[in-house]
């Protein structure tokens, strides 16, 4: 079973940039598909960007088009998400997801709030 663990949240002024990072361990990142989510206070956790395995293709939410992207180091294990352009709305919860058939894993999570 794989094991998630995000890091790199924090504040931010909007109009800034922070790249997460989720590391796996306990199987080969390659396998899966995987996702970056978050949740706002009071809202449901929202898909903001997946990338399947092998060839890699990303899909992203329309809110965060053209501001952040997922990339994967298959070697490095490990699923980045870069984010620019920072609004306040991006505040949330990040969560890291794998996907393998019926094999999910989420990760606890990283905080990234956008404030002045």
Avoid: H
């Avoid at 800034?16 to 598909?33: D, F, H, N």
């Amino acid at each position: 079973q794989v094991q998630l663990v995000e890091s790199g949240g924090g504040l931010v002024q909007p109009g800034g940039s922070l790249r997460l990072s989720c590391v796996a361990s306990g199987s080969k990142l390659s396998i899966y598909s995987m996702g970056w989510y978050r949740q706002a206070p009071g809202k449901q956790r929202e898909r903001v960007a997946f990338i399947i395995s092998g060839a890699g293709v990303a899909t992203y939410a329309d809110s965060v088009k053209g501001r952040f992207t997922i990339s994967r180091d298959n070697i490095e294990n490990t699923v980045y998400l870069q984010m620019n352009s920072l609004k306040p709305e991006d505040t949330a919860v990040y969560y890291c997801f794998a996907n393998e058939g019926a094999t999910r894993a989420w990760g606890q999570g990283t905080q990234v709030t956008v404030s002045s």
